[in-house]
């Protein structure tokens, strides 16, 4: 049984903490409660074990430790329609095939510092940009990110309530904490600039992210779709896991190309 949650005691944070997924719906819900229609958290009951999902805006999140039944959690995707599913792989990995939907690979990187950082001017990194500066990187680098008021609305939100950061380097190259919980960092919405490409700084500025985080005792990840493996893997960082997640293919997207299953399935 699929219900939605409105008290935070039925929030398992034991099991959410083994993972990102888990703890990406922790960190959404410190930021953001129970009281926001466009993130919503819902708790998955079955005999064989429990579990949790959240929405936010146009992602699905599914977290468990357990084989659960798939059929409502189908009918609950395609009844909601998200853009994204990720989460939970012994879930997701045994859906049937959803219509509009298609099967992406994703990996897992672990970022790592090497001494190339000892050679790093800090001085190029604002630590607490102007988020329009921000914004207008990430547009180039992303043309289907969501309208800037609601980027700006979520993403602010996020960074008052001590969830997120946002990086710039040399004002044209940014990359945001998704989240920091317990020494585990998520790092996203990684772009630079059109004109600034082949210029070297992301590999520059995400070198010196992974020590910046190292120092403070921390595991630094970031997700990548295929496109972006073989980059990931040049500067250096670790893989840890491979995945799938679902898209939309009915939805015009910048990454329905970058991380399709080569057999399609």
């Known amino acids: ?20 997924s888990g703890k990406k ?10 009281n926001y229609d466009f993130c919503r958290f819902y708790k998955l009951e079955y005999d064989c074990g429990t579990g949790f999902m959240f929405m936010i805006n146009s992602t699905l999140i599914i977290c ?3 084989e659960l039944p798939i059929d409502e959690i189908e009918s609950f995707i395609q009844m909601n329609m998200p853009f994204r599913v990720e989460g939970a792989q012994q879930i997701i990995s045994r859906f049937k095939c959803i219509e509009h939907y298609q099967a992406l690979n994703r990996t897992i990187f672990e970022m790592l510092p090497d001494e190339s950082t000892s050679r790093f001017n800090e001085e ?41 950061r946002v990086f710039t380097y040399k004002g044209c190259t940014t990359a945001s904490i998704v989240f920091d919980i317990e020494n585990d960092v998520l790092v996203g919405q990684v772009a630079t600039k059109i004109n600034s490409r082949g210029s070297g700084y992301a590999r520059e500025f995400l070198k010196w992210m992974a020590a910046f985080l190292h120092q ?37 997207k910048e990454s329905m190309q970058k991380g399709r299953l080569n057999n399609e399935s």
């Open 124 to 164: 190029f990194v604002e630590f607490n940009p102007d988020l329009h500066d921000a914004y207008e990187i990430l547009s180039e680098g992303f043309p289907n990110i969501a309208d800037f008021g609601l980027w700006y609305t979520d993403t602010s939100h996020r960074c008052r309530h001590g969830v997120s």
């Open 216 to 252: 403070f005792n921390k595991r630094a990840y970031l997700l990548a779709l295929d496109i972006r493996v073989s980059y990931y893997r040049e500067i250096g960082f670790r893989e840890v896991e491979k995945e799938i997640v679902l898209e939309r293919i009915d939805v015009e």
């Open 64 to 66: 468990s430790d357990y």
């Open 25 to 34: 719906l922790l960190a959404y819900y410190k930021a953001y409660g129970l």
């Open 1 to 20: 049984m699929i219900k939605i949650i409105d008290d935070e005691n039925d929030l398992d944070r034991k099991m959410l903490l083994k993972t990102l």
